[in-house]
């Protein structure tokens, strides 16, 4: 089974600040990776795909990069709509995700 | 435009069965694959398999196995998340899930919330 490591645990930011988020992996799963967004209540909702393919409607303002084992989701200016916790997805080989990144107010 | 709509939450005892379903819509239901993710209060996501929507045949990730069956009824676009001898530690959020775009999980129903407590 791939496993997949996400740091921070917590990240505290404001309002406008750049967020950067890290998602490895076991092993390499080239780019079958994808990012979700998950609010408290609501299903999680597909940011990035393929590492670095923006979904239909998400902003720009989300960014992914990366490919083997080593992956980034970063937000370039938090709005405060973005303050959630983010979860990290592998398709290489089964499904796997990732333990997730809450991003919350500073 | 695509829609998964979950059944209601459910509270069960102990060693009683509950069956989740997830009826589809805004798109062809037997060309996609049906994937199902549980999640623990407070927890993360964990994939619990996919089901053949034009076959039926299903696949279930390790410690699925068992207790837990994935079933369809195509001639009305639903899918069912059967589990069996619920134990207190399935207590959970299910969602049933769709990749039609990107390969990923581009569609997710709203959730079902079971509870299982004496």
């Known amino acids: 089974e791939i496993v997949l490591t996400q740091s921070p645990a917590t990240l505290s930011l404001s309002p406008g600040e750049r967020a950067t988020l890290s998602c490895r992996a076991s092993q390499s799963v080239s780019s079958y990776l994808a990012w979700y967004q998950q609010k408290p209540g609501q299903a999680p909702r597909l940011l990035i795909y393929?590492?670095?393919n923006r979904a239909t409607g998400i902003p720009a303002r989300f960014s992914g990069s990366g490919s083997g084992t080593d992956f980034t989701l970063t937000i370039s200016s938090l709005e405060p709509e973005d303050f959630a916790v983010y979860y990290c997805?592998?398709?290489?080989?089964?499904?796997?995700f990732g333990p997730g990144t809450k991003v919350d107010i500073k | 435009q695509v829609q998964l709509v979950q059944s209601g939450s459910e509270l069960k005892k102990p060693g009683a069965s509950v069956k989740v379903s997830c009826k589809a819509s805004?798109?062809?239901?037997?060309?996609?694959?049906m994937n199902w993710v549980r999640q623990a209060p407070g927890q993360g996501l964990e994939w619990m398999g996919w089901?053949?929507?034009?076959?039926?045949?299903?696949t279930y990730a390790q410690g699925f196995t068992g207790r837990f069956v994935f079933s369809l009824d195509t001639s009305v676009s639903t899918a069912y998340l059967q589990i069996s001898s619920l134990k207190a530690e399935d207590t959970a959020v299910y969602y049933c899930?769709?990749?039609?775009?990107?390969?990923?999980?581009?569609?997710w129903g709203q959730g079902t919330l079971v509870t299982v407590s004496s």
């Open positions: 089901i053949n929507t034009n076959t039926g045949n299903p």
């Open positions: 805004g798109y062809t239901f037997t060309s996609y694959a």
């Open positions: 899930v769709v990749s039609i775009y990107s390969g990923f999980f581009d569609y």
């Open positions: 997805q592998q398709r290489s080989n089964w499904v796997t």
């Open positions: 393929d590492a670095s």
